[in-house]
């Protein structure tokens, strides 16, 4: 940190101390910052731990009674395991994962279009299930900086403090709010108001099998293709292969925990045998039905004190698996912003500006990819098929590239 900003910083901390969490003596500049993370999920953890990496002492607060092993298989792709590998995470994530070194695409029947290796990064491919991602994130910060069962209400901020309202009635005070509340963010809907976020037209269904199907290839990750519908499969390690299946329907169609396996195989049916195996071997109640969501790139995402980060940010389809790689990445920079300007307003300007067009980017690719995979109509089916098994090794290792080439901790600030 620079003479100038340590001065800042000890000038705020000074002030800001008094009554505070921190005792001046005992803490560096850093530690005095107080800085409030709104949600505990992948974004809010993994920035609690980029800033308490940058000597920051932040304070997560998440709504759920308990951190649960919920959700399904999540793709960690280079860019994002390159951040975790720096926050000293990296090997405990992948050895609970299943690696990915090649990619697929196959017709519904079984006809395998096109595959290839995927590009050589310095970091690995990985999936693995959410809870084992969010467990390894949660077990490297101190419990007592996660609170949780705080369902965050409402802000009042001035460009150098924020107030946090909770439901239970307590407020908390701090020098800057991270909001990393997900997709329906109260604080992004405090901050922008700017509506609910856009429905894509699909809707997205997840499980893990606990089981390795003779026909699909190691360390691969499948994308299979039919009429208005897909289903992906890749490995997630100790013998379990996760899968996401896609469908064309109206938005908010009907639909219990126990119908989802029989629907499933009804959508489903006649495919290529893996498909039908990997469904009828999860059951329906821990299979996770989601709809397919993202919003238009906002023009600004923080106002005086407070900014959104993950999902709150710049929520994004699923069909790269980017969205959780994009908040980790988020992470990295917010983390890397304090650390260089030891200043609220221009940490979080700074954090802002350098993950706006990256995340649009990745999210216009996400929303584009999803389209062309959700296409329905004869001619489209074969246009698609014949662009798939043309597509050259080298184009697809250049398209990954761009997504996975970046690296969080080089890029300039
Ligand atoms: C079908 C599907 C597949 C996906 N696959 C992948 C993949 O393979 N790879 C990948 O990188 N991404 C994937 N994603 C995207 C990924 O799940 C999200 O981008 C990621 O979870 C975003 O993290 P986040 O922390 O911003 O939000 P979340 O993970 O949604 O976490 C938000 C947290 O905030 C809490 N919260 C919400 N409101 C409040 C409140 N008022 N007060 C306090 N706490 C609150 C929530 O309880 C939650 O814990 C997928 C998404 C979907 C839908």
């Not at 697929?104 to 290796?117: E, H, I, Q």
């Not at 013998?239 to 938005?251: D, K, L, S, V």
Request: hydrophobic letters at 40%; a neutral charge.
């Amino acid at each position: 940190m620079s003479a100038h900003s340590r001065a800042a910083w000890t000038h705020k901390a000074t002030r800001e101390t008094e009554g505070g969490f921190i005792q001046p003596e005992f803490v560096s500049d850093n530690e005095r910052m107080r800085i409030v993370i709104i949600g505990g999920g992948i974004g809010g953890l993994s920035s609690a731990l980029a800033l308490r990496r940058a000597g920051f002492e932040p304070e997560v607060f998440e709504q759920a009674p308990a951190l649960l092993d919920v959700g399904a298989a999540i793709a960690v792709w280079p860019n994002a395991m390159r951040v975790l590998a720096r926050l000293g995470v990296g090997e405990a994530v992948s050895e609970k994962s299943g690696q990915i070194k090649q990619a697929r695409w196959m017709a519904w029947d079984g006809r395998v279009l096109n595959s290839f290796a995927l590009p050589d990064e310095d970091a690995p491919a990985v999936a693995l299930h959410r809870a084992d991602l969010q467990g390894v994130l949660r077990a490297s910060l101190p419990p007592e900086s996660i609170h949780l069962g705080k369902h965050f209400d409402s802000f009042t901020s001035t460009p150098a403090s924020v107030s946090a309202s909770f439901a239970d009635g307590t407020v908390v005070e701090g020098d800057a709010l991270i909001a990393a509340d997900g997709l329906h963010s109260r604080v992004r809907a405090q901050l922008l108001g700017d509506g609910e976020p856009v429905y894509r037209g699909y809707t997205v269904w997840r499980g893990i099998a606990s089981i390795k199907h003779p026909a699909l290839p190691p360390l691969t990750a499948t994308e299979v293709y039919g009429d208005g519908q897909r289903f992906g499969i890749g490995p997630v390690g100790m013998n379990r292969t996760g899968w996401w299946a896609t469908a064309n329907e109206p938005e908010n169609v009907p639909e219990s925990a126990s119908e989802h396996q029989e629907k499933l195989l009804r959508l489903f049916a006649g495919w290529h045998a893996p498909v039908n195996e990997l469904i009828r071997a999860t059951p329906s109640a821990n299979i996770l039905r989601n709809a397919a969501y993202d919003r238009p790139p906002a023009a600004r995402w923080d106002v005086e004190a407070v900014t959104l980060l993950g999902d709150a940010a710049h929520p994004m389809t699923p069909n790269l698996g980017q969205g959780g790689c994009m908040a980790i990445e988020d992470a990295a920079i917010l983390a890397r912003c304090f650390e260089k300007y030891g200043h609220v307003s221009r940490a979080l300007r700074s954090y802002e500006a350098h993950r706006r067009a990256r995340t649009a980017t990745v999210s216009r690719y996400s929303l584009r990819y999803g389209a062309v995979g959700q296409w329905q109509t004869s001619r489209a089916l074969r246009l698609r098929s014949a662009l798939l098994s043309t597509i050259p090794a080298s184009v697809g290792r250049r398209l990954l590239r761009l997504v996975f080439d970046y690296d969080a901790y080089s890029i300039n600030l």
